[in-house]
């Protein structure tokens, strides 16, 4: 029988903290968005269009690399201050692999990374049912 992962994702834009749900303490992983400000200067001087193109497919890379993540889950919750986390539901929706995934977005204020393990635990146990 495979092993049920629940998984927590406070994102937001630029940067997600991946948050494994389990019985033992986990570190936190990251993965960031790969857009700095110099790359942002150089392609604005040449064009603002240009600059708006090379965000999206960052974005859309940035995306893909949680879908990764996200893909042998069984619950992940999104959470997070802005409005990214929906903008990944949305895109995880179209994709027909993560239907079998249950999927929750939450809005949440900023949260330090005590706040956002304690969230997750909490998440998790109000639907962890124990057979006996």
Not at 37 to 53: A, V, W
Not at 68 to 96: M, W, Y
Request: proline share 2%; glycine share 2%; aromatic share 8%.
């Amino acid at each position: 029988m495979k092993a049920i992962k629940k998984l927590g994702i406070c994102m937001d834009h630029a940067n997600a903290h991946l948050i494994e749900f389990s019985d033992e303490a986990k570190p936190t992983a990251t993965i960031s968005l790969d857009f700095d400000h110099q790359d942002k200067d150089e392609t604005l001087q040449r064009s603002e269009s240009e600059m708006h193109n090379k965000q999206q497919h960052r974005q859309s890379a940035y995306y893909k690399k949680l879908a990764a993540a996200i893909k042998d889950c069984t619950e992940v919750v999104l959470f997070g201050p802005t409005h990214a986390k929906s903008e990944l539901f949305n895109s995880l929706r179209q994709n027909h692999l993560f239907d079998r995934i249950k999927i929750e977005v939450v809005n949440t204020d900023k949260m330090t990374d005590n706040q956002q393990h304690e969230f997750v635990r909490e998440h998790f146990k109000k639907f962890d049912i124990k057979i006996l």
